[in-house]
């Protein structure tokens, strides 16, 4: 068997239906619209409309809360930063700052400042300077011997 011989099962495949070709066809003239209405015409969309009944969208509760105004933190977590030191993509015995974790790829964008959190065991010494950090993290940093200095003072409860 040659690939120029290859053929699906028959049946496998229709073709599709050409509508609007003329009466041989049998979906010509209307193409399978019916008479007249705002069905019949292009541009219709009246997906959601249910004959009057109230729509499902309508009845289902308002929910949730979304604040334009929060800060969105890209997060680190102390066990990822261990990893990224063992792994020799950041230097422990030089300062770790916002554009260091960029580069090394452990943080993809800084948005509203870089956030250090506890989860995973850091044993190197590290130095850094980010904008914000919880206090376990920083108490982990302290307890390897290095020491952390976050930008906003209020991100550290």
């Not at 690939?3 to 041989?24: E, I, S, Y």
């Not at 019916?34 to 019949?40: A, L, T």
Request: charged residues 25%; without cysteine; glycine residues 14%.
């Amino acid at each position: 068997m040659k690939l120029n011989q290859l053929r699906d099962n028959p049946g496998a495949t229709k073709a599709r239906k050409r509508v609007g070709r003329g009466p041989g066809s049998g979906t010509g003239k209307m193409g399978g619209r019916g008479i007249k209405g705002q069905k019949s015409r292009s541009g219709v969309a009246l997906n959601g409309y249910e004959g009057g009944q109230m729509p499902l969208y309508m009845r289902l509760p308002k929910r949730g809360f979304n604040n334009i105004n929060a800060k969105r933190h890209a997060v680190v977590n102390l066990g990822l930063l261990q990893k990224f030191i063992d792994a020799k993509k950041i230097d422990a015995k030089k300062p770790i700052t916002e554009a260091v974790l960029v580069e090394s790829g452990l943080v993809r964008r800084v948005r509203d400042g870089v956030r250090i959190l506890s989860k995973g065991e850091l044993t190197s010494k590290v130095d850094l300077t980010v904008t914000g950090a919880s206090k376990s993290a920083v108490a982990a940093v302290e307890a390897a011997g290095g020491k952390i200095t976050t930008a906003a003072a209020s991100a550290t409860e």
